[in-house]
Each structure stands twice: as structure tokens, then as C-alpha cells.
């Protein structure tokens, strides 16, 4: 079993950034492709960014062009790089497979932006 801890996250005015973590255990993260998912109060959990096994990328429309995922497989790691922050990027990220696979929820890590 996968277990996942995200960090990074914190409160900043808009515009701007923070950069978020996520470490997995377990030899097996290098085969999946992973997203990092947001929720904000009230609202669905949601998929902003996804990176397959070899590095490509795909983002949500709401955040394209600010977020960036990236990848580093020998530390079985998962970043994304938030530039450009704004109030409604206020969430609890949290990272995981993508497609969902078995693996536990982290605890997440929450993002506020606000001035």
C-alpha cells in the first residue's frame, strides 16, 4: 500500500507562489501516472494537474499556464509549482494516482490566498 504526504502549502497574497510536494512510499509510484487534486470548502474534489510515468502533462483549464506538475521518479516525488495564485486557488490540495487506484487519501495540504 501507497501511503502519500503532501506539503508545502500555506497563505499568500494574489500573485503569489507556492510550491507543494508529495512523497510517496513504495517501489511501485514510478508506474503511475499521479494528479494533484484540490477541495475547496463546499465544493467537489477536483483534478488541476496530471503527470504520467514518462512526464507528460495535462492541467485544468482554471489553472493552465500558472500550475506546473513535475516528477522526480528516483525520490518518488510529486511537485507542482503554483505561480500566480488566486483567491479561488484556496483548497486542501492532495495528491494520488491518477486514475484512482486503492491507495489511501493524504492528509493534504491547504493553500489560502488572500490579501
Known amino acids: 500500500q501507497v501511503q502519500l504526504v503532501e506539503s508545502g502549502g500555506g497563505s499568500v497574497q494574489p500573485g503569489g507562489s507556492l510550491r507543494l510536494s508529495c512523497a510517496a512510499s513504495?517501489?511501485?509510484?514510478?508506474?503511475?501516472?499521479m494528479g494533484w487534486y484540490r477541495q475547496a470548502p463546499g465544493k467537489q474534489r477536483e483534478l488541476v494537474a496530471r503527470?504520467?510515468?514518462?512526464?507528460?502533462?495535462d492541467y485544468a483549464d482554471s489553472v493552465k499556464g500558472r500550475f506546473t506538475i513535475s516528477r522526480d521518479n528516483a525520490k518518488n516525488t510529486v511537485f507542482l509549482q503554483m505561480n500566480s495564485l488566486k483567491p479561488e486557488d484556496t483548497a486542501v490540495y492532495y495528491c494520488?494516482?491518477?486514475?484512482?487506484?486503492?491507495?489511501?487519501w493524504g492528509q493534504g495540504t491547504q493553500v489560502t490566498v488572500s490579501s
Open positions: 494520488n494516482a491518477h486514475p484512482l487506484v486503492n491507495w489511501t
Open positions: 513504495g517501489s511501485t509510484f514510478i508506474f503511475y501516472a
Open positions: 503527470i504520467t510515468s514518462s512526464g507528460s502533462t
